[in-house]
């Protein structure tokens, strides 16, 4: 399974951001995406979880009501709606896929990832 997230940048304080993460390969083995981040000096930390193909999401407290995680199955893909951006979501993003059949914030359930995309939120 390969993943691809993009849609990184810089942009200011309260707004919004979509990133996006293609999926490919043998996605009959992922059971779930996630979306997990790493700001300098700080361990990855989860962000976000949806179901493939089967629905459920998950997030981090940090994040409840401003992002939003959602599946494209047109495109395989996992979209991160980022809205009211704070400077504290400033990290580089990781998707990642997991063969494990309940959602998890662990990244040490996930067997895939994709490479970071960096966003940057100014004040």
């Known amino acids: 399974v390969q993943l691809q997230a993009f849609g990184g940048g810089l942009v200011q304080a309260g707004g919004s951001l979509r990133l996006s993460c293609a999926v490919s390969g043998r996605t009959s083995t992922t059971y779930n995406v996630g979306w997990f981040r790493q700001a300098s000096g700080k361990e990855r930390e989860f962000v976000a979880a949806?179901?493939?193909?089967?629905?459920?999401?998950d997030y981090a407290d940090s994040v409840k009501g401003r992002f939003t995680i959602s599946q494209d199955a047109a495109k395989n893909a996992v979209n991160l709606q980022m809205s009211n951006l704070k400077p504290e979501d400033t990290a580089v993003y990781y998707c990642?896929?997991?063969?494990?059949?309940?959602?998890?914030?662990?990244?040490?359930?996930?067997?895939?990832w994709g490479q970071g995309t960096q966003v940057t939120v100014s004040s």
């Open positions: 990642a896929g997991s063969g494990s059949r309940s959602l998890s914030k662990g990244p040490g359930q996930y067997d895939y």
């Open positions: 949806i179901g493939w193909n089967r629905g459920g999401a």
